[in-house]
């Protein structure tokens, strides 16, 4: 079955940066679009950012600018990286995946997604 693993969460301060790594495992033959998403206590998760199957990426407004999600198809490996980052940026940061699709956009709704990660922190003191 598909797993998702993120690492690279931490606490930093207010202007700085972290790396988030999501691999994958257990895709089958097929398109599959990732993305990452996050989750505050007393919030509902949000989209960050995602990659849809034709490359485009999609951010939610508020890290444009600061996020860079990347993916390497061949290692199965979803990235973000973060800088500048803000005490806004709080939250238990979630790797996505969905499919096996013909095709798929890079969708931000949580509930298109099939595959979920346990979870990385990233904590951001002002």
């Known amino acids: 079955q598909v797993q998702l693993v993120e690492s690279g969460g931490g606490q930093v301060q207010s202007g700085g940066s972290l790396r988030l790594s999501c691999v994958a495992s257990?895709?089958?033959?097929?398109?599959?679009?990732m993305g990452w998403f996050r989750q505050a206590p007393g919030k509902e998760r949000e989209g960050v950012a995602a990659?849809?199957?034709?490359?485009?990426?999609t951010y939610t407004s508020s890290v444009k600018g600061r996020f860079i999600i990347s993916q390497n198809k061949t290692a199965n490996t979803l990235t973000l990286q973060m800088d500048g980052l803000k005490p806004d940026d709080t939250a238990m940061y979630y790797c996505?995946?969905?499919?096996?699709?013909?095709?798929?956009?890079?969708?931000?709704?949580?509930?298109?997604?099939?595959?979920w990660g346990q979870g990385t922190q990233v904590t951001v003191s002002s």
């Open positions: 257990g895709f089958t033959t097929g398109t599959y679009c």
């Open positions: 996505a995946a969905r499919g096996p699709l013909p095709y798929c956009s890079g969708s931000m709704l949580a509930r298109q997604y099939d595959y």
């Open positions: 990659i849809g199957s034709n490359g485009v990426i």
